[in-house]
């Protein structure tokens, strides 16, 4: 059995909500407080909290918030439910790939509608935001216990970004497989890409299983193919941030290139997310919006605050990339696993879910 410790990366206290500072770690462990909706959608925007789950869980604790400082000085329903709906869509704007946010958001909107008092729609959202991030947590275990599942008494995973507790509300997704594995029994050992240019693996998930004694290697993102030809990879699991309904995947940059070496070298690969980061309103992958992220996080060395590029520079950043379906395994649900994903199979699972 290993030694699993319960890691969160957010707090709610009834009158604010406190973040873990994710971009301190693995050196400092320090936590921001918010108590206004701009402060939430900041600490989104800037990755203080990042991961499409708990990006999700987040924005609906801002959603709380907001509404909580409007109650205060709204003169009638309509006028409650009109700034609550600008604070809506300011968190809205925060993240433009992960549909988890714009799913919790969704959740939170439907209050606001279906209430009539203001005191009343205020106490409900707080109990939403609550349902939201306790169900993070019991849907990522059910990811965890299907994905494990499927692994052998013995394996070597390879995983990008962080997917565990610190990108959800607790437990996490692809690395809450592993959790899941290691309270088995199973004899796991993780290989983690640095992921750049953000450095998500190096700082986060290396530190999540370091403190969980959890054995890992580090890796720079283009050591993945050398191991897997030597093969020393016997399956690779990543999250998601979107699935199209034909069962293509946006995951952090880097994830489509795994999917190509994994393809190459016959390695299964998995993609560990819940059933609220499908989209079923759109097709297929080329429809997913990818966001762009600011030049200096290519130009500076994350942890030094250096230069690394000259100046002049041009920069390509896009922070995510499509994997298809083609390339896909399997995609691990709390419901249950989707194998050889296609828009059929994909459609014919959520009836029966």
């Known amino acids: 059995m290993g030694r699993i410790k319960d890691i969160r990366p957010l707090k709610w206290t009834g009158e604010s909500l406190l973040l873990l500072d994710q971009r301190k770690l693995p050196l400092k462990e320090e936590w921001i407080e918010c108590r206004d909706y701009e402060c939430v959608a900041r600490a989104i925007e800037n990755m203080v909290v990042r991961g499409a789950p708990a990006i ?42 992960a549909v988890n946010l714009f799913w919790a958001l969704k959740r939170m909107r439907r209050i606001v509608e279906a209430g ?8 409900a959202l707080e109990t939403e935001a609550v349902n939201i991030e306790r169900q993070d947590v019991e849907t990522n275990r059910k990811i965890g216990f299907f994905g494990a599942e499927l692994l052998s008494s013995r394996e070597v995973i390879l995983t990008h970004c962080n997917t565990g507790a610190l990108a ?48 890992y290697y580090l890796i720079t993102d283009n050591m993945a193919g050398y191991f897997m030809s030597l093969g020393e990879i016997t399956c690779v699991i990543v999250g998601a941030d979107r ?22 070298h016959g390695i299964p690969f998995y993609i560990a997310a819940p059933t609220s980061t499908f989209d079923l ?27 690394i590029a000259p100046y002049g520079a041009k920069v390509k950043n896009p922070a995510f990339d499509v994997t298809p379906h083609e390339n896909i395994t399997g995609i691990i649900t709390e419901k249950g696993v989707i194998n050889a994903p296609n828009e059929e199979k994909i459609v014919e699972f959520f009836k029966e879910a």
């Open 243 to 264: 699935i199209a309904r034909n069962g293509d995947t946006a995951n952090k940059i880097g994830t489509y290139s795994l999917s190509v070496l994994a393809k190459e």
């Open 168 to 215: 959800t509300a607790g437990y996490g997704t692809a690395l809450g497989v592993i959790r899941a594995a290691v309270e088995m029994g199973k004899e796991v050992t993780v290989f983690v890409d640095e992921t750049r240019p953000y450095l998500q693996g190096a700082r986060l998930t290396a530190w999540e299983l370091q403190e969980e004694g959890i054995p």
């Open 116 to 123: 009539k008092s203001i005191e009343d729609i205020v106490a």
């Open 56 to 97: 999700g869980v987040v924005a609906a604790y801002g959603v709380v918030l907001g509404a909580k400082e409007v109650a205060e000085k709204a003169k009638s329903y309509v006028d409650f439910k009109a700034k609550v709906e600008l604070i809506i869509n300011r968190l809205a704007a925060t993240r433009p790939t």
């Open 281 to 307: 309103s759109i097709r297929s992958g080329s429809e997913i919006p990818i966001e762009e992220r600011s030049e200096e996080e290519v130009l500076y060395c994350h942890c030094k605050d250096c230069r």
